[in-house]
C-alpha cells in the first residue's frame, strides 16, 4: 500500500556529552577493600557534580525524543520514524521550539563552563582531575540537535544500472521490505490503545469485598482521551476498525467521572466492563 502521500520519514539526533569518568584508582581500592576481584565493581564520577546545568540539557533530550517517538510510527530498525503528514505542522512547530530551547541551554552551559570546571576541585575533591575537562571548543562538539526529512520511497521510483533480472529481484525485495515495515507501523496504534486500555482495566480491578476510596489523577481520564486524539492522526490506512475501538474509548472517558471513580466500587466495575467489552471486541 503507497502511503507516501500520507507520511514522510524523520530522523532525531540529539547528542549530550554525558560528561562522566571511570576513576580506576577509586575502583581499584573499593575492589580490594572488599576482597572483591578487580571487575567486581565501578566507581564512576560525575564531572560536573553541584550543578544540574549539564544534567538539565540531558533530562530535556529525553523529552525531545519521547515527544518524536509519540508523534511518529516505527519504520527502520534504528534511525528513521514514519511521520503522518496529518502531523506534519504540528511536529514541525514543536521541534523548532525545541531546538531553539536546547541551543539556549546549551549555550548557558557553554558560557558557565570555565566557573563549572574552577568548581569542580571543590565538588570532587580527590575525584578531581585536570585533565577530565577538555577545552570548550571540544565540549561544544558534543551537543548536537539534528533532524532530516524526507519522503518514503516508492517501489515505481527505482533506478539502478543492474542487469533486468537482478533488477527485478531487487525490486521484490524492496516491495517486501516495504510491506514488513508498513505492518510494523501499522500496528503501532493498536498496540499504543491496547496497553492503555489494559492499563485501565487494571486500575479498575478492585479486591473483592473492600470498599476503599481510590487514588487517581486527572491523567486517568486525560491521558486516554490524549491518546484518542493523536491516533486520529496516526491512523495512516484510515483502518475503520482501529477508529471504532479509538471512538469507543473516547465516548467511554468523556463519560467517565473521576470523583465517582475514586469514591464508588460501582463506578469502577463499569467502566472496567465498558473497556473489557472493547477487549474483548477486537483482534489484538
Known amino acids: 500500500m503507497a502511503i507516501s502521500a500520507s507520511a514522510v520519514l524523520v530522523e532525531l539526533n540529539i547528542s549530550v556529552w554525558p560528561a562522566s569518568k571511570i576513576?580506576?584508582?577509586?575502583?581499584?581500592?573499593?575492589?580490594?577493600?572488599?576482597?572483591?576481584?578487580?571487575?567486581?565493581?565501578?566507581?564512576?564520577?560525575?564531572?560536573f557534580a553541584g550543578t544540574p546545568l549539564r544534567k538539565d540539557i540531558e533530562k530535556f533530550a529525553a523529552r525531545v525524543r519521547l515527544y518524536h517517538n509519540q508523534h511518529t510510527?516505527?519504520?527502520?530498525?534504528?534511525?528513521?520514524?514514519?511521520?503522518?503528514?496529518k502531523?506534519?505542522?504540528?511536529?514541525?512547530?514543536h521541534m523548532n521550539s525545541y531546538e531553539t530551547q536546547f541551543v539556549m541551554m546549551c549555550n548557558e552551559f557553554f558560557n558557565q563552563y570555565p566557573t563549572l570546571v574552577a568548581a569542580a576541585p571543590i565538588n570532587l575533591g580527590k575525584l578531581y582531575k585536570p585533565e577530565d575537562y577538555p577545552d570548550i571548543e571540544e565540549v561544544k562538539q558534543k551537543f548536537a540537535f539534528r533532524r532530516t526529512v524526507k519522503p518514503v520511497p516508492e517501489s515505481g521510483d527505482f533506478r539502478l544500472d543492474v542487469p533486468t533480472e537482478d533488477m527485478v529481484e531487487?525490486?521484490?525485495?524492496?516491495?517486501?521490505?516495504?510491506?514488513?515495515?508498513?505492518?510494523?507501523?501499522?500496528?503501532?496504534?493498536?498496540?499504543?490503545?491496547?496497553?492503555?486500555l489494559t492499563t485501565i482495566s487494571e486500575?479498575?480491578?478492585?479486591?473483592?469485598?473492600?470498599?476503599?476510596?481510590?487514588?487517581?489523577?486527572?491523567s486517568l481520564i486525560s491521558n486516554p482521551l490524549e491518546l484518542c486524539q493523536l491516533l486520529t492522526k496516526l491512523n495512516i490506512t484510515n483502518d475503520p476498525k482501529?477508529?471504532?475501538?479509538?471512538?469507543?474509548?473516547?465516548?467511554?472517558?468523556?463519560?467517565?467521572?473521576?470523583?465517582?471513580?475514586?469514591?464508588?466500587?460501582g463506578a469502577r466495575s463499569e467502566l472496567k466492563s465498558k473497556v473489557d467489552a472493547i477487549i474483548n471486541k477486537f483482534e489484538w
Open 23 to 47: 576513576d580506576r584508582e577509586t575502583t581499584e581500592q573499593t575492589n580490594a577493600q572488599a576482597g572483591a576481584v578487580r571487575d567486581a565493581s565501578q566507581t564512576k564520577k560525575n564531572l
Open 73 to 85: 510510527l516505527p519504520w527502520a530498525d534504528k534511525g528513521e520514524r514514519l511521520l503522518p503528514t
Open 87 to 93: 502531523l506534519f505542522m504540528d511536529y514541525k512547530q
Open 170 to 196: 531487487l525490486r521484490a525485495m524492496f516491495e517486501q521490505q516495504q510491506r514488513e515495515k508498513l505492518a510494523e507501523a501499522v500496528k503501532e496504534p493498536w498496540n499504543r490503545l491496547h496497553e492503555m
Open 203 to 218: 486500575k479498575m480491578t478492585d479486591t473483592e469485598g473492600t470498599e476503599v476510596k481510590k487514588r487517581y489523577h486527572d
Open 242 to 265: 482501529l477508529e471504532e475501538a479509538r471512538r469507543q474509548l473516547e465516548i467511554t472517558m468523556l463519560g467517565a467521572n473521576l470523583e465517582d471513580l475514586k469514591d464508588h466500587h
